[in-house]
């Protein structure tokens, strides 16, 4: 019998050969089996194009599957089989338990989330947590430090120089705020470009994906100095966002919504038509306009892989069981689908264990509790975001335990730079890998199209918004990172 955590912590993986079946917590260790393949799973990259991450079972290896969030796996007598014991289970729009007054839920979450921390802070060795600077880890803090009543604090985090390209993305004055009011030892790590392209390839191994950022080098950085100071575990903020409506989905859900129904017909058949399939409702948009990026996606691939397009389409049919978004509030569709598509493949899969685990490091979610889950998912979506102020509770409980100017910030996606500052800062590994002929030898995009991108991004005021535009070059590059660090064959 084979488990996997109800969100996704921790994940685990496991293929067939002949008759034999193989599971371990990292891709790396099946390929050590002799006929183990080390080939692409093209819906795993159309998955890793179109969505936030590769959405389990499927992984970017054929015939290598993950197990899903929330459930367990049987084999028994040669026969496989995979059953759910837990999933996130909203309540319909038309029978939303009875409402209680704000306090209530304040309160509620309060107590749950104290509670939470204070489990995943019980350790026989030193416990640190990250701190970004924004509310949820900064919320975390605070917690602690009640918690720990004078007991010393460990905090790490990732800042960047103050140069012009950087300022948008430091917040390295609201670290050292919160850093301050806890009273916490703090670990602070200024992101440079030296040995930049050692460190990518570094993250890929580890994350044994393609990726849309390079956050994860500080991810991996951090983890690293965490060990050097000899903490072993680490609380992490993840979850927070998905659960309490933190990203901009949410207030764009809000502007075109009212009371779940669209507010407007938005007069695109085919798009509407795709998103009935991807979300059970056609005026659902979940990151963008689907039918659009796939044209995107097909002038990215190659001519041989657009031949097979339709083979590994993974907007043909959906990719979580749309009865959980049925008659669901707006609100809720959108946390079901951050649970399923960001927060399991992405944000505590590639971005968060397996960087922790990288360096022997154990990552704790607080916010991942089942039992505040359950709490919070009764919590009306109209005291969840409170007109336009997404996560009101949170803020709500925020102001019992860290500074004012940190609770009434705006919401700042923690990012690293992109493709476009790799290209531009003359990093010669990197044109290599998008070459002509080194697209072209790949077979799996279009080294025309890749050209294109190529000379559009290094434009010097061309930028990417990382909340909003996919970084299509930092696929392409990690993914080619990906084919020579697991050696795995070209297209054919």
Request: with cysteine; hydrophobic share 35%.
């Amino acid at each position: 019998m084979l488990g996997r955590d109800h969100f996704g912590i921790c994940p685990l993986f496991y293929t067939r050969h002949e008759d034999t079946f193989v599971f371990g917590s990292e891709i790396k260790s099946l390929l050590q089996v002799p006929g183990v393949l080390r080939a692409v799973d093209m819906k795993g990259l159309d998955q890793i194009l179109s969505f936030p991450s590769n959405v389990s079972p499927t992984t970017l290896f054929k015939g290598i599957s993950s197990i899903e969030p929330g459930h367990y796996a049987v084999i028994r007598d040669g026969t496989f089989t995979t059953h759910e014991y837990w999933n996130l289970d909203y309540p319909d729009v038309d029978n939303e338990s009875a409402k209680q007054n704000e306090s209530y839920y304040v309160e509620g979450v309060n107590e749950l989330l104290l509670k939470s921390v204070n489990q995943r802070l019980n350790a026989d060795v030193p416990v640190g947590f990250y701190l970004s600077g924004g509310l949820d880890s900064s919320l975390l803090g605070g917690i602690i430090r009640k918690l720990k009543n004078g007991d010393p604090i460990r905090s790490f985090s990732i800042c960047f120089s103050e140069s012009s390209e950087n300022r948008d993305i430091n917040e390295q004055r609201f670290q050292r705020i919160l850093s301050r009011h806890i009273n916490s030892t703090h670990n602070e790590l200024e992101f440079n470009w030296d040995n930049f392209g050692s460190r990518l390839r570094d993250v890929v191994y580890h994350s044994e994906c393609a990726l849309k950022e390079s956050y994860n080098i500080c991810s991996l950085v951090l983890s690293k100095q965490a060990k050097d100071e000899n903490v072993k575990v680490v609380l992490c903020g993840e979850g927070a966002d998905e659960l309490f409506g933190g990203y901009a989905g949410y207030k764009f859900d809000r502007l075109s919504f009212k009371n779940g129904h669209v507010q407007e017909d938005l007069n695109q058949i085919q798009e509407r038509q795709l998103r009935k399939v991807l979300w059970g409702d056609p005026d659902f948009i979940y990151e963008k306009e689907e039918h659009e990026f796939k044209s995107t996606k097909k002038a990215l691939y190659s001519d041989g892989v657009n031949a097979q397009y339709a083979d590994f389409d993974c907007t043909k049919g959906p990719v979580v069981d749309l009865r959980r978004l049925n008659k669901k509030h707006v609100f809720h569709k959108r946390s079901f689908l951050d649970f399923k598509l960001r927060l399991a493949g992405h944000l505590i899969a590639d971005h968060g264990d397996r960087m922790t685990m990288a360096n022997g490091i154990e990552g704790r979610y607080p916010f991942l509790d089942v039992e505040l889950i359950e709490f919070c998912k009764e919590i009306p979506p109209d005291l969840m975001m409170r007109g336009m102020t997404e996560k009101y509770i949170l803020k709500k409980i925020g102001e019992r335990y860290i500074p004012k100017e940190i609770v009434d910030r705006e919401k700042f996606g923690f990012v690293a730079p992109g493709s476009p500052q790799l290209l531009r800062n003359n990093n010669d590994w990197v044109h290599d890998i998008l070459s002509y002929d080194s697209i072209k030898k790949r077979g799996f995009f279009n080294p025309d199209t890749i050209e294109r991108l190529r000379k559009m991004y290094t434009r010097e005021n061309f930028n990417l918004n990382p909340s909003y535009d996919v970084d299509l070059l930092m696929i392409v590059i990690t993914f080619n990172l990906f084919l020579e660090v697991f050696e795995a064959d070209s297209f054919r």
